[in-house]
């Protein structure tokens, strides 16, 4: 029953990411790396996070980097989109950040309606 009530609370995040440890962080001037500014929801510490990933990661490697900055996002629903044109880049998740057009991105976090 844990098992499935801990199922529920992260059925908003994609696949394989409950529980998973954010990609590594390639060091500044990586061949192939590129750098995100994620802009974090109301009430997270820090607002703006910015970090750099392998254009080879997948985009749901996006989501494990918000989750372990603010652990309130493994268990509340919150959605990742890009800035403009705004998209949620959820339906994205299995694709690399190089596929998905998102290099050099800002994506903003929003805490779902409830």
Not at 26 to 50: D, H, I, N, W, Y
Request: include cysteine.
């Amino acid at each position: 029953a844990a098992a499935e009530a801990a199922k529920a609370a992260s059925a908003h995040l994609p696949e394989g990411v409950a529980g998973a440890a954010p990609p590594d962080e390639p060091a500044q001037g990586t061949p192939g790396s590129t750098r995100l500014q994620l802009r974090l929801a109301e009430g997270c510490e820090p607002r703006t996070l910015v970090r750099r990933f392998m254009g080879t990661d997948k985009v749901k490697g996006v989501f494990a980097v918000v989750v372990a900055a603010n652990p309130e996002a493994a268990t509340r629903e919150f959605v990742l989109q890009t800035s403009y044109p705004t998209a949620d880049i959820k339906p994205l998740a299995e694709q690399t950040l190089d596929e998905a057009k998102l290099a050099n991105a800002s994506i903003a976090m929003r805490w779902a309606s409830s």
